[in-house]
């Protein structure tokens, strides 16, 4: 904070809670003083006061010309420990829980609604089988099946020496090194399961405050009410505006459904790993018809198939309960169901590694057919979800929403395009670390390669990038021309009157920059419905050919056989480096703390949202920091009577707003809202409409005492929010900051000011006076509530306060 700027003189107990944005920021650093206290909360978020200020509850008297301070730290919750660096090698699973929440808003189509919930969990599930498919590929098919099957390879590699063919161990068959290899995938499955259940206790667990205005539920309603209906109004204020969806009791409380997807990912994996152990041996026991191992085969496939579709009943039979808080979790269906596939999976393992001496290893596994089923799956499945968002959008069409409400869809097509990525890098790297000098698939090696779809969807790689070449270029020359174009406006802004050329392009080139952002939507469009293009393409060529790109156009002319040579390779390398780089990120950031609060930046932004379609997602840190939030501002109004303004930079002002929504309507209507450097509407209104849109905006406008927002042209992330005046409640967005605040040498400012962008809004004196007149504007403080007053604390038994 600015020393220079002065504190608000209202009278009254008030207090300033203070909400960091993306990055963190540390608790001397927002309360502009190195003596800082923790007065309520752990290591991993806590409110923090100035030393002075501790005991401010008791002593109201002593800030009657000035708010209390007091910081909320939430960056642990994201960034706190380099081990979680590696949550990154879960981008898929996060970027299709993003594609969840991206719906248009709707009223009364609760059956498509629905529809879109269950396309949007089916996406996801095909991620999590992707993904022990690709274990299952490098373990059990490029390892176990074609090095140890061949005896060059086997001996180039000595760990492999006892799996070995040519020994006739007895490890050597098959059989029993496929169920060797199969408790990598197993391992792995059971590795998200873990991670998921520990961070479930640890976030999903925090209940938020109850026992007022709790909405009524039919019993015969639907389960999911997110899936149901939209909780905002076109027009008039109405009690819905007053608990829009963000608002709901069980919104932030999400155990119930993360259990029950959990379980049925987590079955879905061991099915997997089952269901390549079982297609292998049929391969050889279908020679001995009738043979006890066939029967038994068939046996172990079909109880496979069952608890394959009670999968997909447990994915699409329900989603989120909100409109109450839903304590209850299905213990014999979370235990059960993944019990039941690992015992499947046992069996199955027992079934292999049975003794069948004349069984051989050659060629493949038949992965092709598993890979090029996921990913005409998973194009379906994005198909059906753009129609879907299509027929939910007609009806109340923004132009402010991205990709015209096929936000959803595109970035549920980004995530598998991740996912495949990251697949396909492992196995091309595997394979051409165990084939030495030999290119795989091309015959000329030790092993055959991976599945030849594979080769196929890196080949495209290259195709991509040569596309994204055009937007990427018309966007850096209309950002050099609209800076060119937003000199006059600079110079106008700061009333120049001897401009200063390298000055004023500076700033405009800043602000051109900035404008970046809203060009999003058209990268992410482009990316996604090229990649939808490409895969099919590169799963028709795969079945068409069955051949590598290389060998697919021998014999054609002699530029266009050598273009798919190089788009092999090169595409085989980028896929694998891009894989890579995915690991090295995560390395560095566990030895950087530079580099792991740089990471900590995408999971802020990613992890806002609860985990409602995957559950092997990095967890909801707003299921901690917003019930946080809420206590805290519920726990001073009811102790102190006093007034409240909760202030959020960045990501901070989107979890203010979240805390706001929850508050019952007497606790906000003594809150002040203020925000800045906020995408509450940039990027929030725009991706995620459902929830955020212009409705949903206004409602909290209404209900809340007031609201101010401050922003600066130069600012990539923050922007207007776009609430005019209503009534005798003003505009919330107040006259955009200059930035930097002086155009050149003054005696106020005799060095250069920088260009702040995103960062340091408090440094600004239009800061403290937005936060003057908000408290201007509150209410007198209440009589003083007894402590056995306090807020009701629900079940949890626990306070923020």
Known sequence: MSPATPDPTTGGAALELLVHGVGGATAADMLDDPRTVRVTGDRTAAMHRRRDDVDAEEHPERYADGPVPEAYCWSNLTSGNGARALWLLLLPFMVANLAHWMRPPTEGRAGLVRLYGVLVRLVALTLTVLLTAAACEVALDLTAWQCAGSGPCAGQRSWLGFLSAERGGWWSQPGRRLTLAALVPTALVGLLWYLSNRTWSAYEAQRPPTGYDTEPTDPRGPESDTEAADATSPTGATPVEQRPALGRPGFWYGRRLVARLRAAHTAAGFLTVTAVLTVATAGHDHTAPGSPGEVLGLLLQGAAAVLAVLVLWVVCRRG?????????????????????????????????????????STGTLPGDAVFGSLTVAQGALVVALGVVALLLHRPRRDPRTALHGLGGPATAMLACALGGVMSGGVAQRVADWLDGSGTPGTGDGLITGPPVLLSWQASVIPVLLLLLLVPTALLVARTVLTGRRLRPAVDAAYGAEDPDRLRTDQIAAGRARAGLTDSAPVLVGVVSGATLLLGAASVAGAWASGNVPGRAFDGAHPAIASAATAAQALGSWMIGFGFLLFVTWGRRAYKDPSARRTIGILWDVGTFWPRAAHPFAPPCYAERAVPDLTWRMSSWTRQTGGRLVISGHSQGSVLAAAAVWQLPPATRGRVALLTYGSPLERLYGRWFPAYFGPESLRGLHRTVHCWSNLYRATDPIGGPVRLPAEGDRPAVDRPELLDPVAYGRTRAHPLPEPILGHSDYQADPAFAAARAALLDRLPPPLPRQRDNDAVPQGSSGRSSG
């Open 320 to 360: 989120r309960s909100e409109r109450r808080l839903d304590l209850r979790v299905e213990r014999a269906l979370v235990s059960w169901l993944p019990a039941s596939a690992l015992l499947l999976l046992a069996l199955t393992a027992v079934h292999t590694a049975w003794s069948r001496p004349g069984w051989r």
